[in-house]
């Protein structure tokens, strides 16, 4: 079951002010012999009090570009600002974090994908270690870590060690540690990868509580769609070092040809037979609660077929797309193809092989004709 259709939205309010903000920023790895580029100029914008999805595949560097932004790693060039804070500008030359860069670094909470918890602290003392390091009194340590553990709903289990407890009830405690310095942004470099469905749900359960009950700001990276769906406002998309799209996730819905928003919301099915034109709409709004497919066939007298169809809840809005075939060729579905546009869907021919249509597999499709100037066209008829 996708963690979307389970967990409750209720999201919390996002403002323009932007809270991580990096600019130009690239990071090359040498090794002996070669040269690794991991980031390639990126550009990232995070808004406050928004839940933010990386994705991208294996080697594409979203950890690198995640450990960036809490100078882990430090950048080749490019800045990284956090909160208002230049933090490329505050690391200077040395390899060691001054004092100012660890004091801004505790303001930036980072989850692990294994929970790096020590085993042989309890579960308290993991919370505390961060504390420890910013030099908090003991009592003030202890009261704080158990304000955390109940946060996260591990007040029992306080005094128990790391290896006494579940994949989930782990990452709970790296999520209290990560707390633990009131951060205004928290990191999470797939925090749920290693956890089962059921409890992956509940740690983006407990994501999206804390974004909406302390106004946390949350970046995180995974490979799975189904987290971003389940709990990002906006996404990007990386490849090789670089962000390719990136937008709310209703932007990329809105968006033509968006490789994200089509992996977000894939829709299936096979046209009938050759010579006739398939169409993914993608609608959300208000646009979603109109009879538009219905009023499509009337108003040009046409047979539609729906081939397949999808309805999701993102953000707490419904969001639909279907699969649709329109009888003949492209060329003859302008019109309505215009008509649907206007009426606020987002249309994209599909580009399906279709093997009775004689066309060699090699031969690149057909781009698609401009539907504007066709129309204009139409009407100076
Ligand atoms: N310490 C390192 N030394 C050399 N090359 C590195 C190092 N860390 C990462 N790279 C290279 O940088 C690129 C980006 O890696 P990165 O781990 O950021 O990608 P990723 O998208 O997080 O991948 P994955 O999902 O597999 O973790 C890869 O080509 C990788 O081999």
Redesign the pocket.
């Known amino acids: 079951m996708p963690y979307a259709s389970v967990i409750p939205v209720a999201y919390s309010t996002v403002t323009e002010t932007p809270v991580i903000t990096t600019t130009g920023l690239r990071k090359v790895?040498h090794?002996r012999d070669r040269e690794?580029v991991?980031l390639d100029g990126v550009d990232l914008h995070v808004r406050e009090g928004e839940v933010f999805g990386v994705v991208?595949r294996?080697?594409?560097?979203?950890?690198?570009l995640i450990r960036c932004v809490n100078l882990l790693e430090r950048p080749t060039s490019g800045t990284v600002e956090v909160a208002g804070t230049d933090l490329t500008a505050l690391a200077g030359r040395s390899r060691r974090a001054n004092p100012a860069l660890r004091a801004a670094r505790s303001r930036i909470g980072m989850v692990f994908q294994h929970f790096n918890l020590l085993a042989s602290r309890t579960v308290q003392d993991n919370v505390e270690l961060p504390l420890e390091i910013l030099g908090v009194s003991g009592r003030e340590r202890s009261r704080k870590a158990r304000e955390l553990l109940d946060l996260v709903g591990l007040a029992d289990k306080a005094k128990a060690y790391p290896a006494q407890l579940s994949g989930g009830q782990k990452q709970r405690v790296g999520i209290a540690r990560a707390l633990a310095g009131d951060p205004k942004v928290l990191l999470s470099d797939e925090a749920t990868s290693a956890l089962d469905p059921e409890t992956t749900r509940s740690i983006l359960r407990l994501l999206r509580d804390l974004n909406e009950q302390l106004g946390l700001t949350v970046l995180l990276i995974t490979?799975e769609m189904d987290v971003v769906k389940a709990v990002c406002d906006s996404a990007a998309l990386?490849r090789a070092g670089r962000i390719v799209e990136s937008g709310t996730v209703a932007e990329l819905l809105g968006t033509p040809g968006s490789e994200l928003a089509d992996e977000l919301f894939p829709v299936g099915g096979e046209p009938s037979r050759p010579g006739r034109t398939v169409v993914d709409l993608t609608f959300h709004g208000e646009v979603a609660t109109q009879p538009v497919i219905s009023q499509l066939a009337r108003t040009y007298n046409i047979d539609i077929s729906i081939l397949g169809a999808a309805i999701e809840t993102v953000g707490g809005r419904q969001i639909g797309r279907m699969r649709v075939e329109l009888p003949g060729a492209f060329e003859e579905n302008v019109v309505p193809i215009g008509f649907l546009r206007e009426k606020g869907l987002r249309v994209d021919v599909a580009d399906l092989a279709t093997p009775d249509a004689g066309t060699p597999d090699t031969e690149p499709p057909a781009a698609e004709p401009d539907v504007d100037a066709a129309l204009v066209e139409e009407a100076a008829k």
């Open positions: 790895y090794s690794s991991a991208g294996s080697g594409a560097g979203k950890s690198t490979h990386m």
